[in-house]
């Protein structure tokens, strides 16, 4: 065969640049040769990436926690009833820094399901206890 699918299959030959088995000329190349970028060597900064990541959502991430840097306090589209912004220190030691975590408020809990498309049948009664529950389950979880 002449090597399954996509363009071989089109065109009766592999690659497109190699000359056909009917004797057609390939493709063109430019044959011009590849530019070093300037100063010369890898296009890549040595050190690696410092500039700002982001989240699928265009959010600035937090590099410490991988968050979105500020964190979303304000109600979501189509939320009735306002949740509490207040968010819990954790006992949970946050490495390398000396200081713990901190657990998202419920209204950060609500954004987030929401942002999943996770709420299902969930209500904005239901976060608080949710919220409690995710945060004792951590505490007990980390203590063993």
Same mark, same amino acid.
């Given at each position: 065969g002449n090597g399954g699918g996509g363009f071989g299959r089109m065109? =009766? @030959? +592999?690659n497109?640049?190699?000359? =056909? +088995? #009917?004797?057609?000329?390939?493709?063109p190349t430019t044959g011009a040769p590849q530019q070093e970028p300037p100063g010369g060597g890898c296009p890549v900064? $040595? =050190? %690696? !990436? +410092?500039?700002?990541a982001y989240n699928?959502?265009?959010?600035?991430? #937090?590099? &410490?926690?991988?968050?979105? /840097?500020? /964190? !979303?306090?304000l109600p979501s589209p189509g939320q009735t009833e306002k949740l509490s912004t207040e968010r819990v220190q954790s006992t949970i030691p946050k490495g390398g820094t000396g200081g713990t975590w901190t657990y998202p408020s419920?209204?950060?809990?609500? !954004?987030?399901? $929401? @942002?999943?498309?996770?709420? %299902?049948? &969930? &209500?904005?009664? #239901?976060?608080a206890p949710v919220v409690a529950l995710h945060n004792n389950m951590n505490e007990k979880t980390w203590a063993k």
């Open positions: 065109f =009766g @030959r +592999k497109p640049h190699l000359p =056909g +088995k #009917d004797g057609s000329p390939g493709l900064k $040595a =050190g %690696g !990436n +410092k500039s700002q699928v959502y265009s959010q600035p991430i #937090d590099p &410490t926690n991988q968050m979105p /840097a500020v /964190a !979303n306090q419920p209204q950060m809990f609500y !954004n987030s399901l $929401a @942002r999943k498309s996770k709420l %299902g049948d &969930t &209500t904005e009664e #239901d976060i």
